[in-house]
C-alpha cells in the first residue's frame, strides 16, 4: 500500500469535483503480472478495483523474446504468451481496467485522488505495480532519435549494425531478439561478463554475427551525420 502523508506543504489537491461512479475501494497503478495479480486477486475477495495502466497489459513482459521463469506456462515462450495469459485471467476477475497515465496522487479525507490529468478517481486505497523503467547513462547525445531503450523501435534494415550496451537479463534478451532479426550485434559491457542469466548466456554463446565487447565506458552519443 501507498503510504502518503495527509498533507505535503505546497501539494494542494486540485480535484474539485469527482462523479460518484468513480469510487473504488482500491486502485492499481500499472498492469504488468504483479498489477494483473494484484487487482485480480482483490476482486476475487470482493473488493472495488480500477486498474491503470498508461501503455499495454504486460509491462516489459510484452517485449521478451523468451520467458523462462515464469510459473504455468511453457519454457521458452515468447512473452506475448504472458500477456495473452493475463488477460484471460482478468476476464474471470475483471478490475475497472482505465487506459490513461497518472499525473498525481492526492490525499482526502477518506482516502486519495488518482488525477489522470483533466480528470480523478477516488479509491481507498493504492497499490503501486509500476514495475521497471530502463536505466538511463545520463550522458550527453542519449536522446538523439537513434538511442533506444526498447528492440522493438530499433528501425535498421537487416546485417545492420546494433549496439546494446549492457549484459543484463533485459539487455541480452533484447540483443538476442535483435540477432534472430537479422541484426549484427555489439554488445558493450563494463565489466568482464555479461550478468544476464545462464539461459540466456547460453544462447548468446551460439548467435552468429555477435560480439561481446568488455571494458567499455560510454561517455557520450555524437551523431555521425553532424
Known amino acids: ?24 475501494d482500491i486502485g492499481v497503478i500499472g498492469l504488468g503480472p504483479a498489477g494483473v495479480t494484484a487487482a485480480c486477486e482483490l476482486v476475487r475477495y470482493g473488493y472495488s478495483v480500477v486498474a491503470i495502466e498508461k501503455e499495454t497489459i504486460g509491462g516489459l513482459i510484452h517485449y521478451a523474446r523468451a520467458v523462462d521463469n515464469f510459473p504455468g506456462i511453457s519454457p521458452s515462450s515468447p512473452g506475448q504468451v504472458v500477456v495473452d495469459m493475463l488477460w484471460q485471467h482478468m476476464g474471470g476477475f475483471p478490475p475497472k481496467v482505465v487506459n490513461a497515465e497518472v499525473t498525481g496522487i492526492y490525499t482526502t479525507g ?10 480523478a478517481i477516488t479509491v481507498k486505497s493504492i497499490i503501486l505495480a509500476t514495475g521497471t523503467i530502463p536505466d538511463r547513462l545520463e550522458v550527453p547525445g542519449e536522446d538523439l532519435p537513434w538511442v533506444h531503450h ?24 533484447q540483443a538476442l531478439s535483435l540477432n534472430e532479426n537479422g541484426k549484427q550485434i555489439l554488445m558493450m ?30 561517455l557520450r552519443f555524437e551523431d555521425r551525420n553532424g
Not at 1 to 23: A, F, S, T, W, Y
Not at 110 to 119: F, P, Q, T
Not at 155 to 171: M, S
Request: hydrophobic fraction near 40%; proline fraction near 7%.
Open 110 to 119: 477518506s482516502g486519495y485522488d488518482i488525477s489522470l490529468g483533466e480528470s
Open 150 to 173: 526498447i528492440w522493438t523501435d530499433v528501425d535498421v534494415g537487416e546485417d545492420a549494425l546494433v549496439a546494446v550496451i549492457g549484459g543484463g537479463d533485459v539487455a541480452a534478451d
Open 189 to 218: 559491457l563494463k565489466s568482464g561478463v555479461p550478468r544476464c542469466n545462464l539461459v540466456l548466456q547460453s544462447d548468446m554463446e551460439v548467435m552468429e554475427d555477435f560480439i561481446i565487447a568488455s571494458g567499455i565506458d560510454v
Open 1 to 24: 500500500m501507498v503510504r502518503i502523508p495527509p498533507h505535503v506543504p505546497g501539494l494542494d489537491n486540485p480535484v474539485k469535483q469527482r462523479p460518484e461512479d468513480e469510487k473504488y
